[in-house]
């Protein structure tokens, strides 16, 4: 191995233990909130895509984790940021976590990278652009991954909270 080659396998192996950290800081406060809340659920951790991934699940098929996704999620939204801070206040970095609950977010993504390879799909067909609704940051992402994956580009336009994705012809 080279120095260089030696030193980036370092700086992987030193961002994976820092998401591995951010997950387990993540991990205790939502078990605390949980508890809070006599809420039943299991915490998984994992890193995906540079960043860490915070899962809240119920072995027993509870409607009760719902409340913590509400109405088109935005209880989850703002657990997630929630959580973001409690990571910064022990680690004083920025954190990107990701947090699903009950599986809404990985349902959600489905349903967006096809929402994303449909519009594709119909600009590729008309050779017009196409505007999307307005989403979340983390919505447009997938579309726009979804977009990308389709061989075309997109863009995001507009002001918070009305930003939304538009899709190119390529």
């Known amino acids: 191995m080279t120095e260089g080659t030696t030193s980036a396998a370092a700086e992987g192996a030193d961002a994976l233990t820092r998401l591995e950290q951010e997950g387990e800081i993540a991990a205790d406060y939502l ?19 540079d ?28 657990l997630q940021e929630l959580t973001r801070l409690a990571v910064h206040r022990e680690t004083g970095d920025r954190s990107r976590l990701m947090l699903d609950v009950a599986g809404y977010r990985a349902k959600k993504r489905a349903e967006l990278s096809e929402l994303g390879a449909k519009a ?24 726009h991954d979804a977009v990308k994956a ?21």
């Not at 991934?53 to 703002?78: M, N, W, Y």
């Not at 594709?120 to 579309?143: D, I, Q, Y």
């Not at 863009?155 to 012809?169: A, H, I, K, T």
């Open 120 to 143: 594709a799909a119909e600009v590729k067909s008309s050779g017009e652009p196409v505007k999307l609704k307005p989403m979340t940051p983390f919505e447009r992402k997938v579309v």
């Open 31 to 49: 078990e605390g909130l949980l508890d809070i809340a006599d809420l039943d659920g299991d915490i998984d951790m994992d890193v995906e895509a």
């Open 51 to 78: 960043r860490a991934s915070v899962s809240i699940i119920s072995d027993t098929g509870s409607r009760d984790l719902q409340k913590l996704v509400g109405r088109d999620g935005e209880v989850l939204e703002a």
């Open 150 to 170: 389709a061989g075309l580009r997109s863009e995001s336009e507009g002001e918070e909270p009305q930003r939304f994705v538009v899709v190119l012809p390529a």
